[in-house]
């Protein structure tokens, strides 16, 4: 009997619904393996489909088409190597499976069905699937590996069952979303699983931007006892090859390569890139635009979508009115020079007074107020959407979480777009981003290097420039004490005794409360945008519009 196995891990980049083009990518991974002389070519959970792929997956002539792929998959694949493919299942019960699909000699040889199903978060998969029964390991060869999905590893009860069933190694297939310090969480958990079994473990993930939701990869292998033996990188589509030989205690890993994970300014820049440029060639956009304020989160949308798409795909947008300062005009075009896009100017003052005019007769003995401002921020979003659809341009939105937190935009105006990378900055972390961009370039920017943020956006203090000498700070706290109060009531669900006793102002607090309630409805028609917390808003926090209470303490 052989004394070892090598295992290719396909750590790729799924398109949702594109069942025929993953199963190509499957493909071709399957002919690396086999090149490589691999015995079983490994990919992430529900590939076949793109993960997740809530309510679609629930519709039978898709998971139907998902069925058939998988066994001309295997028809196709079977001269060489096993290979392993998370795709929906319907048994003939017809219950539906979130299943993983182990291909030999042109058959199904093994089929695993998740056992634990995450419902928390943006998981929501007892929605749509059935639970699976506790299983054993499968028949590999030389030695029996088991394969539990993703969640079943955050538990002990599977891995325990496959360890007790006789297995060798714990093949673990995920679509584990990015959030920040995710990975440290992750490992924890993998480690506990091969000290409780005492066997080798191999962590796979995907790359992929899908909606809000970003996959880093970052997959790894461990030995007993926690023993790093390989860390692939995280946001990088790759195949890497790992050996294991049977020695005195069992199958052990080979050491290979162990990537260095970046820190989290730059996780998040790079997520923000890669769910931007995701969303884009997946939804069929090749070109962007946005309105270039001269404010610090046009700037760094800008910046992420040159990064994402290239300088020549993106155009920027400057819409002056009045009150718009000579400072802000010069910065946004010499941020459209550094950068290297293309750069408009479209001043709003006409069609601003065409609208106020009409209105007059109307408004007639009502003095000018935050009505007046909105006109200005819903005739921008109405001329850069005439942009978007006259050239094909997807418009990005630009507010921060601190902005959509508070409901701090105009909905139907700035708020317009089809994607807004900075949905889940806060904006004091806008600065530190915008500093590390300025400071680092890295091989996967597509913009140039250097200082490509003008650092006077970045000190200036912000402004919505919509009346004369306005500042944020004229209707919000400073930045600093908002996103504070917003970590605790949004992040957090800390009460507001809770804000006080870390020493925040209790008007200040209820304030903010109150702005967080009055604007979901705002929230709920915003366009998408990057996750990069544990809350973000859309799934993660799912609040009702209509809501009276108010937390009494």
Same mark, same amino acid.
């Given at each position: 009997?052989?004394?070892?196995?090598?295992?290719?891990?396909?750590?790729?980049?799924?398109?949702?619904?594109?069942?025929?083009?993953?199963?190509?990518?499957?493909?071709? +991974?399957?002919?690396?393996?086999?090149?490589?002389?691999?015995?079983?070519?490994?990919?992430?959970?529900?590939?076949?489909?793109?993960?997740?792929?809530?309510?679609?997956?629930?519709?039978?002539?898709?998971?139907? $088409?998902?069925?058939?792929?998988?066994?001309?998959?295997?028809?196709?694949?079977?001269? *060489?190597?096993?290979?392993?493919?998370?795709?929906?299942?319907?048994?003939?019960?017809?219950?539906?499976?979130?299943?993983? +699909?182990?291909?030999?000699?042109?058959?199904?040889?093994?089929?695993?069905?998740?056992?634990?199903?995450?419902?928390?978060?943006? !998981?929501?998969?007892?929605?749509? !699937?059935?639970?699976?029964?506790?299983?054993?390991?499968?028949?590999?060869?030389?030695?029996?590996?088991?394969?539990? %999905?993703?969640?079943?590893?955050?538990?002990?009860?599977?891995?325990?069952?496959?360890?007790?069933?006789?297995?060798?190694?714990?093949?673990?297939?995920?679509?584990?979303?990015?959030?920040? &310090?995710?990975?440290?969480?992750?490992?924890?958990?993998?480690?506990?699983?091969?000290?409780?079994?005492?066997?080798?473990?191999?962590?796979?993930?995907?790359?992929?931007?899908?909606?809000?939701?970003?996959?880093? *990869?970052?997959? !790894?292998?461990?030995?007993?006892? =926690?023993?790093?033996?390989?860390?692939?990188?995280?946001?990088?589509?790759?195949?890497?090859?790992? &050996?294991?030989?049977?020695?005195?205690? =069992?199958?052990?890993?080979?050491?290979?390569?162990?990537?260095?994970?970046?820190?989290?300014?730059?996780?998040?820049? /790079?997520?923000?890139?890669?769910?931007?440029?995701?969303?884009?060639?997946?939804?069929?956009?090749?070109?962007?635009?946005? =309105?270039?304020?001269?404010?610090?989160?046009?700037?760094?949308?800008?910046?992420?979508?040159?990064?994402?798409?290239?300088?020549?795909?993106?155009?920027?947008?400057?819409?002056?009115?009045?009150?718009?300062? =000579?400072?802000?005009?010069?910065? +946004?075009?010499?941020?459209?020079?550094?950068?290297?896009? /293309?750069?408009?100017?479209?001043? #709003?003052?006409?069609? /601003?007074?065409?609208?106020?005019?009409?209105?007059?007769?109307?408004?007639?003995?009502?003095?000018?107020?935050?009505?007046?401002?909105?006109?200005?921020?819903?005739?921008?979003?109405?001329?850069?959407?005439?942009?978007?659809?006259?050239?094909?341009?997807?418009?990005?939105?630009?507010?921060?979480?601190?902005?959509?937190?508070?409901?701090?935009?105009?909905?139907? *105006? $700035?708020?317009?777009?089809?994607?807004?990378?900075?949905?889940?900055?806060?904006?004091? /972390?806008?600065?530190?981003?915008?500093?590390?961009?300025?400071?680092?370039?890295?091989?996967?920017?597509?913009?140039?290097?250097?200082?490509?943020?003008?650092?006077?956006?970045?000190?200036?203090?912000?402004?919505?420039?919509?009346?004369? &000498?306005?500042?944020?700070?004229?209707?919000?706290?400073?930045?600093?004490?908002?996103?504070?109060?917003?970590?605790?009531?949004?992040?957090?669900?800390?009460?507001?005794? &809770?804000?006080?006793?870390?020493?925040? $102002?209790?008007?200040?607090?209820?304030?903010?409360?109150?702005?967080?309630? #009055?604007?979901?409805?705002?929230?709920?028609?915003?366009?998408?945008?990057?996750?990069?917390?544990?809350?973000?808003?859309?799934?993660?926090?799912?609040?009702? %519009?209509?809501?009276?209470?108010?937390?009494?303490?």
């Amino acid at each position: 009997m052989p004394d070892r196995f090598r295992l290719t891990l396909a750590q790729l980049n799924p398109v949702m619904g594109d069942i025929a083009g993953n199963a190509a990518q499957a493909k071709a +991974a399957w002919e690396a393996g086999r090149d490589a002389g691999a015995d079983f070519v490994v990919l992430p959970e529900m590939f076949l489909t793109g993960y997740q792929p809530q309510d679609l997956v629930m519709k039978p002539a898709f998971a139907h $088409d998902a069925m058939a792929a998988v066994e001309a998959l295997a028809r196709e694949c079977a001269d *060489g190597p096993m290979l392993g493919i998370g795709a929906p299942y319907v048994a003939e019960t017809g219950l539906l499976y979130n299943a993983y +699909a182990v291909l030999k000699a042109g058959q199904v040889h093994y089929r695993k069905l998740k056992t634990e199903l995450p419902n928390y978060n943006v !998981f929501d998969e007892k929605r749509v !699937f059935a639970s699976g029964p506790l299983s054993g390991p499968f028949d590999a060869g030389p030695l029996r590996i088991g394969l539990p %999905i993703c969640e079943d590893a955050w538990f002990p009860d599977v891995a325990e069952a496959m360890a007790e069933s006789g297995a060798d190694i714990l093949v673990v297939p995920n679509g584990s979303p990015y959030r920040r &310090d995710k990975f440290g969480v992750r490992m924890h958990h993998m480690v506990a699983r091969v000290v409780e079994t005492g066997l080798p473990l191999v962590y796979l993930n995907q790359v992929a931007g899908q909606d809000d939701q970003v996959f880093d *990869g970052g997959s !790894f292998v461990l030995n007993r006892k =926690g023993a790093l033996a390989l860390q692939m990188p995280v946001f990088e589509e790759m195949i890497s090859h790992v &050996d294991f030989h049977e020695g005195p205690e =069992g199958w052990v890993a080979e050491e290979g390569e162990k990537a260095v994970h970046p820190g989290t300014l730059e996780q998040d820049y /790079r997520a923000m890139v890669l769910s931007l440029g995701d969303y884009m060639r997946k939804c069929g956009f090749k070109t962007a635009l946005l =309105g270039l304020s001269g404010g610090v989160d046009s700037a760094l949308t800008a910046a992420i979508a040159a990064d994402a798409l290239g300088p020549e795909n993106l155009r920027a947008v400057m819409l002056p009115s009045e009150y718009t300062s =000579g400072h802000s005009l010069e910065d +946004a075009k010499l941020a459209a020079e550094r950068l290297g896009c /293309r750069y408009d100017f479209v001043p #709003i003052t006409e069609g /601003r007074d065409a609208i106020t005019n009409t209105l007059a007769p109307l408004f007639e003995g009502r003095e000018p107020d935050v009505t007046e401002e909105n006109i200005q921020s819903r005739l921008r979003g109405l001329l850069l959407m005439a942009l978007s659809n006259k050239f094909g341009e997807m418009l990005l939105t630009t507010g921060n979480k601190s902005e959509v937190a508070v409901g701090y935009a105009t909905i139907y *105006g $700035d708020m317009n777009g089809g994607y807004n990378p900075l949905k889940d900055l806060y904006k004091t /972390r806008v600065f530190e981003v915008c500093r590390w961009r300025n400071a680092h370039h890295r091989p996967w920017m597509k913009a140039p290097a250097g200082e490509v943020i003008p650092v006077r956006i970045i000190d200036k203090p912000p402004s919505a420039e919509l009346r004369a &000498d306005q500042k944020d700070e004229d209707s919000l706290p400073p930045y600093d004490v908002l996103d504070g109060i917003l970590e605790m009531l949004v992040d957090r669900e800390a009460s507001v005794a &809770d804000c006080v006793a870390a020493g925040f $102002d209790r008007e200040v607090v209820k304030r903010i409360e109150h702005l967080i309630y #009055i604007s979901e409805y705002k929230r709920f028609q915003s366009a998408p945008g990057t996750r990069l917390s544990n809350r973000a808003f859309w799934l993660d926090r799912r609040y009702p %519009i209509a809501n009276r209470w108010r937390d009494p303490s």
